[in-house]
Structure formats: C-alpha cells, structure tokens
C-alpha cells in the first residue's frame, strides 16, 4: 500500500479521498474569460482584502528587506492580518491557534511568499504554469452561511494569483490563467460576514465589495443596510437575500 502511494501524484491521492467521501471531482480547462468580481463577490471577502494587501506592500516593499520586524508590524495593522489570523490559521494551521512560536513564524512566513509572489508577478506577469483553481459543482448547495447565489464557479485555490491580478487592476481570468476543479457536490467558502464584521467594515465599503460583484445593481445606504435596484428581478431577490445574510456583520453607521 505504501509503494502505491509513493507511485501517486498528490492530485491522484486527492481524488481518492473525495472519492472515498462520495465527493469525486474532474479537472477541466478554462473555456472562456472569467469575470473576476463573480468569482470574489458575494462570497469572498478574503480575496479582495489581500489584492488591498498586494496595494499596501507596493508602497513599503523596501522594508521586506531594509527592516522585516518594521514591516510585519506594520502589516499587523492592516486588514490583511485579520484574514491570516482569522481564516487562514484556523482553517489551515489550528496547531498556530494554541502556539504563539508557530504562529509568529507562520506569519512571517506568509508575509514573505507573497512578497516573493508579488516580485515575480512584476518581474514576469501571471504564471501560467501555476493556474488558478475555481471550483464548480454538479450540485451546488449553499454554503454554511446560508448564502446562496446563481453562481457556477466559485474561488478555490491561488487566491493570491488571483488578488494580484486585482491590484494589477484586471477585470477578468483568460482561459489559460485558470483550471476548473468540478466536484459532485459543492458548499462554497464563504468568508464575508466573518471578516466584514472582524474588519469592522460598514455599509460603504461593504457597497463597493457588493457592486464588484453585481455591476448592474443600484445600492443605496439605508442606515446600517442597502436597499437594491436592479433590472433584473431574480437578481435583485438574490442580492438582497445576500445583504440580509451579511448586514449583521456590519459595522453600526454612526450617530
């Protein structure tokens, strides 16, 4: 059994797993451009707090190298570190939740990969070699939150690749920058209404996260929500099913 293992490629050892949880997937290649504010709204609020992080080293880079102790404090400060220390760690790395040691060194760790990743992005544009990964499902359910969306691909793996391309201010993933990974049945990550409440985000930049996502829609504050306007009548439902998910999370418009 082990040499079976050894003779596996991670993705195949992968597909036995799912496989082995009912949830076998297929990899299919990009067809057509992908808008990208689809893939990152209203679901991944994630994604565009690290494009801003992307925008955010772009002015202190000289740091990484000059002084890293100035740099990852002041990266501390940004919301940035909130994903990382609410999102990543905990889905990723929960012994870091318990060890201060490995935590401080995990985010050092992050804070330079994706330096690296921005540096070679410069150097060379997008990688093609290294698509992005956006899941689909034959079924899709919605996710633990409760969000739904008529949404068909959502974000999955290389979200950095894809934040970058964001901060690059590009609106769309060509066909040879991703891959699809099709699952029998998919729940979406949804990380919104965690970090827009952990960010103490309100309803302005929540609105600006919104219209990245539905172009088409009019959104106007109304206290501490939205009220939405859209031509589309199955959308508007959609939207404002959305924001009722999301508005609690949202930072108390001032008095």
């Known amino acids: 059994m082990r040499r079976l293992k050894e003779l596996l490629s991670p993705e195949q050892r992968e597909w036995i797993r799912a496989a082995a949880r009912r949830n076998p997937f297929r990899y ?13 709204s209203p679901m991944r609020y994630d994604i565009l707090l690290r494009a801003r992080h992307f925008d955010w080293h772009s002015q202190n880079r000289k740091l990484v190298d000059a002084d890293f102790e100035e740099y990852q404090s002041l990266a501390r400060q940004e919301p940035y570190f909130v994903w990382f220390a609410r999102v990543m760690v905990p889905a990723w790395l929960p012994a870091a939740q318990r060890d201060e040691e490995l935590f401080e060194h995990a985010w050092r760790r992050r804070l330079r990969a994706s330096a690296a990743l921005y540096d070679s992005f410069e150097a060379n544009g997008f990688d093609q ?16 939150t409760g969000k739904v969306t008529g949404r068909h691909l959502y974000a999955g793996d290389g979200n950095h690749r894809l934040a970058l391309l964001i901060a690059a201010g590009k609106e769309a993933l060509e066909p040879g920058q991703y891959r699809v990974k099709r699952y029998l049945s998919l729940v979406p990550a949804d990380t919104t209404g965690l970090l827009l409440r952990e960010t103490g985000a309100g309803v302005s930049a929540y609105r600006s996260f919104l219209e990245f996502g539905y172009p088409r829609a009019r959104l106007d504050p109304a206290g501490n929500t939205l009220l939405v306007d859209c031509p589309d ?6 939207i404002s099913a959305v924001i009722r998910v999301d508005a609690p999370s949202l930072a108390k418009a001032a008095t």
């Open 233 to 238: 009548p199955e959308m508007k439902a959609e």
């Open 28 to 40: 299919e290649a990009g067809a057509e451009p992908v808008r990208i504010g689809d893939i990152v």
């Open 129 to 144: 070699a290294y698509p992005v990964e956006l899941y689909a499902g034959l079924r899709v359910r919605a996710a633990l």
